[in-house]
């Protein structure tokens, strides 16, 4: 298994532009997550979906959208990139235990590093 | 809203030493606290996961505890090594989503 796949690895946009951040996971997860994470920061949360067709807002959503329209995938996508969306995002996947909530591990990717000029 | 804190921001060891990372929360209504290491430039990797109804989980020289009353949680690392030195993160679980500290950046010297 590959796990949580992230594409591009780096971006640089300038303001205004708009890009998509590519996640993918071949673990057959139906939790999957959208965090930031600012220099000397904790990660926090921007999007998650708990099954394909179904997404909500987490704690900093503004200037962000998502889709997820398969399981295995979930894209991030920045309309007009502002600088204080440099950050570096990651994607994360997790399948929680039926029945037994409190086991809900997520698993990582490697992250995008973005920077808006 | 839960926040939670890391506490040192920052520590530096000799080789061999134990050491104990902090991680305290404010709404003790959680589902699971995990403990994550972060190397820089990379990912994050899970290393132990404590459900709320457990005291603690041990994993090879790692070993984390919870203390749900109290809004606390420990990282104890036996016996460091300069592999072990990397960002230590934890989070909690208050529902379907993770709620992170700051993180702790953690230095073993050889």
């Known amino acids: 298994n590959a796990g949580v796949t992230q594409t591009p690895k780096f971006r640089i946009l300038k303001i205004g532009q708009s890009m998509t951040l590519q996640c993918a996971q071949d673990m057959n997860h139906n939790y999957m997550y959208w965090y930031r994470q600012d220099p000397g920061m904790g990660l926090k949360l921007i999007y998650y979906?708990?099954?394909?067709?179904?997404?909500d807002k987490g704690e900093v959503p503004n200037g962000y959208n998502v889709s997820r329209s398969t399981t295995e995938d979930f894209p991030l996508r920045l309309e007009l990139a502002a600088p204080s969306q440099t950050s570096v995002y990651f994607c994360?996947?997790?399948?929680?235990?039926?029945?037994?909530?409190?086991?809900?591990?997520?698993?990582f990717g490697p992250g995008t590093r973005l920077t808006v000029l | 809203k839960q926040e939670v804190t890391q506490i040192p921001a920052a520590l530096s060891v000799p080789e061999g030493e134990n050491l104990v990372l902090n991680c305290s929360f404010t709404?003790?209504?959680?589902?699971?606290l995990q403990w994550f290491r972060q190397d820089p430039g990379k990912g994050l990797t899970s290393l132990l996961l404590?459900?709320?109804?457990?005291r603690e989980q041990t994993s090879g020289r790692l070993n984390a505890s919870l203390d749900k009353s109290s809004g606390r949680s420990t990282l104890y690392i036996a016996a460091s090594q300069p592999g072990d030195s990397a960002t230590y993160l934890c989070?909690?679980?208050?529902?379907?989503?993770?709620?992170f500290g700051a993180g702790t950046i953690l230095r073993v010297k050889s």
């Open positions: 979906s708990v099954g394909a067709g179904i997404t």
């Open positions: 994360a996947s997790s399948y929680p235990k039926t029945g037994v909530p409190s086991y809900n591990e997520q698993f």
């Open positions: 709404d003790s209504a959680i589902y699971n």
């Open positions: 404590i459900q709320s109804s457990q």
């Open positions: 989070a909690v679980n208050d529902g379907n989503k993770l709620v």
